[in-house]
Nanobody, 121 residues
Framework: QVTLVESGGGLVQAGGSLRLSCAAS????????MGWYRQALGKQRELVAA???????NYPDSVKGRFTISKDNAKNTVYLQMNSLKPGDTAVYYC???????????????WGQGTQVTVTS
């Protein structure tokens, strides 16, 4: 089994930055791709970033140019750097992992508990 734990969320003013971390433990050899999702109050969960086993990344237009997903394999950790934050970015952010090459296409198997990000005007 794989356990994912997010951290780094908090309260930030519009225009500021946050760096979310997702630490993986357990059967980490099963992880081949990872992604970040968010869910705002009253809205459906949406993708904010994804990285495949080959290193290809995907971002929706809403965050492209502002958010960056990266990995530190030595620490078994994936990051989400969020810059130029807007109030619309307020949501619970979730880390996800898949044993397949592209979790975005095949579906993610493991999910973290989520970390709250609140952006004020």
């Amino acid at each position: 089994q794989v356990t994912l734990v997010e951290s780094g969320g908090g309260l930030v003013q519009a225009g500021g930055s946050l760096r979310l971390s997702c630490a993986a433990s357990g059967s980490i050899f099963k992880i081949n791709s990872m992604g970040w999702y968010r869910q705002a109050l009253g809205k459906q969960r949406e993708l904010v970033a994804a990285v495949s086993s080959g290193g290809s990344t995907n971002y929706p237009d809403s965050v492209k140019g502002r958010f960056t997903i990266s990995k530190d394999n030595a620490k078994n950790t994936v990051y989400l750097q969020m810059n130029s934050l807007k109030p619309g970015d307020t949501a619970v952010y979730y880390c996800a992992a898949s044993s397949l090459d592209d979790g975005l296409r095949s579906g993610y198997d493991y999910w973290g508990q989520g970390t709250q990000v609140t952006v004020t005007s």
